[in-house]
């Protein structure tokens, strides 16, 4: 970063920072956090406040532009110091990433249309990408996608189930990948494209609101059957047939964001953890004066240090202009794998005050869990990166 | 075991086997599961079915002898493949813990009184033992017992606040350990005393229930203030000022009957993950064909492998006569490290639907992870076997 | 174990390790124990010593019965406890699995030429097996072997490449295997033949001895050129294109042995760092007084146990007379691992004492990274309990 | 780093990764590489080469001043792409940190007699720190020392037994840390003073040179008895008693210089392992496309990123002017760990190749395995950091 970007990156971060610490920690106990994220009446609630104290947003600059991603890092970091920060100040996924993309492809009246009430905080979207692993449809792997999109006169005929669809309850903007190359016309060659929809939708059904232990995300996740969904061409966004294209881009910068936020969780934890460890006692000392604590808390602080390292690596990398796919794959997977063993540590240090829910701690460990599978299981990217640590070094054994 | 044991062991075993699978399981989706464990009511509905088909209290034999350690494993093991199966089944604790205890110091009449219930399946019991670390209370560390009880005329007046207390909420029966050298008489000595009491008890007054993140113990864990409460001297479970005593001897087949209905409920959770693996696709072929995968299914055959071998040899131990102190720590350790790697694991494999409420094992993984704190975390316990490590070689070292 | 077995088990165990501790143990400073392991001169003088305190080949019988694989895991273990042990005593690799396959297949003649010298401590034998990867041979893979044995006359002729021959160079006796379906006659079928042969011998060329990381092994591991090798019928060993069937019957219990020796070895140097944390301070107190030493003795104490657990176990199960491929598999990965764990440890607590060759650590912690990859890397075993998990529950979801 | 440092480094670096892996690499099957390290003969050879190739010392620039650790970072890793290859360019340990520490504190007189040949690489020197622990000498823990160092009219006399120490035999400087309070004027502070000695030296005795698991040091690793060493003033490094304050100067750049170093070796083994498995085949398949072997290969990728990014960071930190002493601690603990796990990997992947030395992966397996005790091992940085963390923490809850 150059020093303007750090001095206009270091201001948002300290600011958003105070209002989360202040403003949105003693929201943490409210009891309208429910187990399918907070109500919308409390994500309005607070947003409301964050519009207030200036920093709703606050990595999409007033003009629409986005801050390079070594700075929304800065800033998303600290936004999520409290699992209800993101959703607090408008940093939260799907939204940022979705809002991320439409700016990136939509038109100017998609965005007037879509985009200007999700940058504003007024509403919620969805990105409507993963099916049931049940039925054989796209869970990791995209090529198995099977909700099909067709021709039928000038409009799109949308049709199939989807999974796992993090806040589709309560969204107004729905982003639909669907297949579409069907195969009536013999082309083989699977193409997918992606619609903008207003949502709610008489033919897109909530089938069920998903159980699970994470619950930070409004709207929890949702299983979605699509029906005779109709579309217009104005809807298609960007090119048709380039959805596994787009997908690329918003793939690296998203499943980074949630690298971002997930470091500033862990954080709060391991302040929770040290503070608890530093004023407890038992047999004869403070707890952190046990090697058996200490330890935890040191590998804690190298754990997170090395995290924030991969972030702001393949950050930087993201600002290069690369798509960064191995290398947001690498990150993917070292700051979530480092960040549940911090947050597994920051419970243990914490004995039974840290798996009861009287601190933060035993949610943020629940939100990790689940974050080492969401934006694809640690071990598909291990896949993808040995594929890649293969094509490097048979075309170098081969070139040279 | 000898014949005629494991013969009949297996015979409980495989029925209690057969009622948590076919009769149990189906409730683990009844809405009378809650985050603090079953209903009363529901746990009422479970053990008429399981008093009817003659699998209530298992290990209790009609003339109130129990089956020894080893075959007690065997039984325990098959009524955890459930989370709800032992406190179904009434092998639960802190009820187990509770009948043994009693039934090994306990008078006649207090048998009648507060044991008798119990192994009907009538009531459940609470043990009042550990207190709030915020408070410098015991919590991992018994000496730091801060509840008092002195003598007053021809009573004993209880005071002090304690954490923790699993089943409380609805509980009939308690085992409350207290303080018994008051240092009032100049006894500097640290000296405990357990007391039975009939529950609920206007002195005993239930703060709050915690929020934990486990949630399959009835009652779940509460906080409890005990104000003056005042018992007479036939209250007195054993002997005045031998409480820690009685802790001991409670606590080695407390802790190892965790280990074997925990081992259940992973197994369980690993027969699911291994029957998704084997029936999922992805990238193009069946899950279980992705080595990613099948190591990870082939390291949970080990470790619960190794969990039951550990959990047999720490069993034979017990039934030696040993007090089994450091045999039980070390079965401890490795079995709830053990049960938590093969719990995470089977989320993983399980991506999606892993972390949702989908199966068991979402649920089986929380449960584990409270688990590595409950009866003493980890880390208490390496310190403990460390201890003894030492004694042994300097008595090795100084002794020839 | 029935009595009877215990205390034969327990008598040979006791002389075996007190041989092994004041005997063999001063001999591992003594300069011919090189690289390649102790020379054949320090082989004989420590069998000869064997032989005078009744301990060599002390888990075959005077008859010629081995002991059970349960007697067998409590004499090898002793044996173990120098990793000179096992040659002094004639219980190590590759003669002792040599010994048990000849003995169960091979003819009275065949055992009086080869099998008689092995056990009276006389001679060692190899196990030409493994052949270089550089070549596509069979390494862990044994489908991929390469070496041919053909017919001529009444004779076989074999030809090929073998490598990692642990004890080659100074063995009298060999057993070859080859592929015994050379494709001439159409035969597409894999098949294979054992070969019994004298050596050395003209046509067995050995090319070199690798350097490798472990040292305990006479003769080290050779790098073997066979060409056109002659044999007679009564040299093959069992029947002819049988050889796959016999390696299985060799496999398990070679493998359940080196879990039995390094188990002892490992035990030595857990012995060994705790009498150093129990001596040594630092910081102000003895090492193992710090919980970071100290929670690291207490690791090692519960993987030794689960290790003696795992190998006791599947000593059983072959006991039962299964050939217990998979179980081995789970004991191998089991063990290996624990030990590694154990004696990576051990050099850690010891610090710069510990990577030295001051003590007998530096080499155990050596031997043990190899015994990590020998007798199949940990990957394969876990591929293969995989591929069995997959059956087993292919075959209950079909067959309900 | 400025546009021109990186352009400056890369330079450098450029040429010294093109030496050290055309001309450094074919030496590493010399037979005069030893078990203590190359000889001298063989390292006066390659620094030949090196003066020759223009990339001796290529970390000090013409006119003495060092790169920036930033820079450093750069050039040693390349220097370390062979176990031989610090030694050759003359950026090896403890020379390294030696220049180092004569640079910034030697008098212009002392810079000539002592650093000026070890720039040219005509030198090589030691650092007599450390102390055997069976004596109850300075290991990790500084307080402990026991040499001597007392005024004798107007010299100083040393007395003592060091360990450990790297190097001296061959050394021509050497670096004594000896305990200046003597206690024999009341003063009861320990402080220490560090002295410039020519070697050999008639008073001081290399007593052995330690066999160590690892062998890339020339001259390996001595214990040396010191007795009646006579020092003039002229020979303190720096002022009297400011020696632990000088070993902190030392300390952190010494620590992150074997970080870069072995991330380089371990980068090798990295690539030969990749190949490796990009070229062998087992079970139908090359070896990477097993994902067992895949996803080992995508760990290291991870890791030795993640190492990389440390070391970085800690460097910045330095060039920022802090003592970095928590941060070195970090980096440290992280990198040393990362790099174990990743030649533990490669060893793995090449299974009997990768025990053997038939690569360079053994060795690199052995050295990192040291590297986590030298310098520090981990568990001492992890006590030191959580140390900090205390510090930190109750500051913040008292100041605030």
């Known amino acids: 970063m150059d020093v303007v970007q750090t001095e206009r990156a270091s201001e948002i971060a300290k600011r958003v920072e105070e209002f989360v610490r202040t403003v949105v920690v ?27 104290a200036g920093v709703l947003t606050p990595h999409i600059l007033p003009g629409g532009d986005h801050l390079t991603q070594l700075e929304t890092a800065t800033v998303l970091k600290r ?53 049931p692993a049940a039925d054989g449809g796209a869970g990791s792997d995209p090529s198995m996608l099977q909700t099909t999109a067709r021709r039928d006169g000038d409009h799109w005929v949308i049709d199939g189930t989807k999974a796992f669809i993090t806040g589709a309850e309560g969204a107004s903007v729905g982003i639909v990948m669907a297949r579409s190359n069907t195969g009536e016309d013999g082309d083989e060659k699977v193409s997918a494209t992606m619609f903008l929809v207003d949502l709610p939708h008489p033919s897109i059904r909530l089938e069920r609101i998903l159980d699970t232990i994470d619950s930070s995300m409004p709207g929890g996740h949702a299983v979605v059957r699509i029906e005779g969904l109709r579309v217009l061409d104005d809807q298609v966004l960007g090119a048709a047939h380039e959805g596994f294209k787009y997908a690329q881009i918003r793939l690296s910068p998203a499943r980074l964001s949630h690298c971002m936020r997930w470091h500033g969780a862990t954080t709060r934890a391991h302040e929770i953890a040290t503070q608890y460890a530093c004023t407890r006692r038992a047999f004869g000392k403070l707890l952190i004066d046990h090697e058996g604590v200490g330890f935890m808390l040191a590998e804690n602080a190298i754990d997170l240090q090395q995290a924030e390292l991969m972030i702001d690596w393949c950050a930087a990398v993201l600002d290069g202009g690369s798509l960064g796919t191995s290398e947001s794959s690498m990150a993917k997977v070292a700051v979530a794998d480092a960040l549940f063993r911090v947050a597994d540590r920051c419970v243990q240090v914490m004995g039974g005050t840290g798996v009861s829910r009287d601190t933060v701690v035993e949610q943020v460990f629940r939100e990790i869990r689940a974050f080492r599978i969401y934006d694809g299981p640690t071990e598909v990217h291990k896949w993808s990166i040995a594929k890649k640590i293969k094509r490097d070094t048979l075309s170098g054994l081969h070139g040279a």
């Not at 003693?26 to 207030?52: F, I, M, N, Q, T």
């Not at 985009?115 to 509403?123: E, F, M, N, Q, T």
Request: a positive charge; hydrophobic letters at 40%; aromatic letters at 4%.
């Open 26 to 52: 003693p929201y943490e106990r409210d009891p309208r956090c429910g187990s399918h994220g907070p109500s919308e009446e409390l994500v309005r609630e607070l947003r409301s406040k964050a519009r207030a």
């Open 79 to 131: 936004s999520g110091l409290s699992p209800l920060g993101p959703v607090a100040v408008n940093t939260a996924a799907p939204d940022e990433g979705n809002m991320l993309l439409i700016g990136k492809i939509g038109t100017a009246a998609q965005k007037k249309r879509f985009l200007a009430p999700l940058i504003a905080g007024d509403a919620r979207s969805a990105f409507f990408m993963t099916e």
